[in-house]
């Protein structure tokens, strides 16, 4: 059976960092450390929006996010993610044209402040993720893409990096830390290439198995919950022949999972929309706040939504009689 586990790309991986915490593992896990020290722990910020150019969106994907540092200023993280089977070798060029259009958009809503007076434009981080057969062997630093000549030359031009994550030279165990964000980025791995379906099915199922049985149900979980062409059919044959005898098993486990985390994931959905409603409201949230969202039931949460719209500052929102 010829046939593509992910239909889309574009809409699979953004689907994958719409989970609550994706983002923020995918950016902890693969920017500079010296970068992740200096921005808070909050979830970053989803804003709206696509910079890559329409000819290009076949091959590209992006998604922009809003971070604070922990000194209380901003900065954006730029997530690319590179569907083509081999790199793009003017993606540095590409990348630049993003920033730039990122900064020009950020300058018309933001440059200025109360006063007028311009302010400094927010630090971006580039990060690409990248899933094709060909090793990614293009330089990462934008002036290594110049003809210098002299490296004399070389503090006197543009320069910038970009970090990133070529998914076809890294282990399977070491995608990520995060189980959702880790059975994702393997299915983009093992499963974003045309072929029969069921031996990719049995290829990804095998490789979940040897990073554990855990993985293997959260993967069985998450072909049942996304939009693809694997019938239970299919899927319940390539688990037969990955573990002989418990297909149906898994198949149920990961049913009850999956039901059981739409529960999870509405709450987690709602405390989200929360949170970005204060940070539009009223600015930053403190991260004590944020963590007393992130814990709430949900009638609180929906208290919390009433009050935004009457409170004239954060405390407000949170004060005890009001939350009462």
């Known amino acids: 059976m010829q046939s593509r586990l992910i239909q889309r790309h574009d809409q699979f991986f953004k689907h994958l960092l719409d989970h609550p915490g994706t983002a923020g593992a995918l950016i902890r896990e693969r920017l500079p450390k010296a970068v992740t020290e200096l921005i808070s722990p909050a979830d970053p910020v989803l804003l709206p929006?696509?910079?890559?150019?329409?000819?290009?969106?076949?091959?590209?994907?992006?998604?922009?996010?809003?971070?604070?540092?922990?000194?209380?200023?901003?900065?954006?993280?730029?997530?690319?993610?590179?569907?083509?089977?081999?790199?793009?070798?003017?993606?540095?060029?590409?990348?630049?044209?993003?920033?730039?259009?990122?900064?020009?958009?950020?300058?018309?809503?933001?440059?200025?402040?109360?006063?007028?007076?311009?302010?400094?434009?927010?630090?971006?981080?580039?990060?690409?993720?990248?899933?094709?057969?060909?090793?990614?062997?293009?330089?990462?630093?934008?002036?290594?893409?110049?003809?210098?000549?002299?490296?004399?030359?070389?503090?006197?031009?543009?320069?910038?990096?970009?970090?990133?994550?070529?998914?076809?030279?890294?282990?399977?165990?070491?995608?990520?830390?995060?189980?959702?964000?880790?059975?994702?980025?393997?299915?983009?791995?093992?499963?974003?290439?045309?072929?029969?379906?069921?031996?990719?099915?049995?290829?990804?199922?095998?490789?979940?198995?040897?990073?554990?049985?855990?993985?293997?149900?959260?993967?069985?979980?998450?072909?049942?919950?996304?939009?693809?062409?694997?019938?239970?059919?299919?899927?319940?044959?390539?688990?037969r022949e990955i573990v002989p005898g418990q297909e149906t098993r898994l198949m149920t486990i990961a049913d009850e999972f999956r039901a059981e985390g739409i529960l999870i994931g509405e709450a987690r959905g709602k405390a989200e929309i929360l949170l970005r409603q204060l940070r539009r409201r009223f600015g930053s949230v403190p991260e004590d706040r944020a963590e007393r969202i992130s814990g709430a039931s949900d009638d609180q949460l929906n208290t919390w939504a009433e009050i935004i719209l009457d409170a004239a500052t954060l405390d407000e929102v949170f004060a005890e009689h009001r939350a009462n």
Not at 77 to 101: A, C, F, N, W
Not at 162 to 179: F, H, M, N, P
Not at 183 to 197: A, E, F, N, Q
Request: hydrophobic fraction near 40%.
């Open 49 to 239: 929006g696509t910079f890559v150019d329409k000819e290009l969106r076949e091959y590209r994907t992006d998604r922009l996010y809003g971070v604070t540092t922990r000194t209380g200023g901003a900065a954006f993280i730029y997530v690319l993610m590179e569907h083509k089977s081999s790199p793009d070798p003017r993606i540095d060029l590409q990348l630049l044209g993003y920033e730039t259009r990122i900064w020009q958009d950020w300058d018309r809503r933001e440059g200025r402040d109360a006063d007028g007076r311009v302010r400094k434009q927010p630090p971006i981080f580039p990060l690409v993720v990248y899933h094709g057969e060909a090793e990614w062997r293009i330089p990462l630093n934008f002036a290594d893409c110049l003809d210098l000549g002299d490296e004399a030359m070389r503090p006197h031009v543009l320069d910038f990096r970009y970090s990133l994550l070529d998914l076809g030279r890294i282990d399977d165990g070491g995608l990520s830390k995060a189980e959702r964000l880790r059975v994702g980025l393997l299915i983009l791995k093992h499963g974003s290439r045309d072929g029969d379906l069921h031996h990719t099915l049995v290829r990804l199922g095998r490789a979940a198995l040897a990073l554990g049985p855990d993985d293997l149900i959260a993967l069985v979980r998450y072909i049942m919950a996304e939009p693809n062409a694997v019938e239970a059919a299919i899927l319940r044959n390539a688990l």
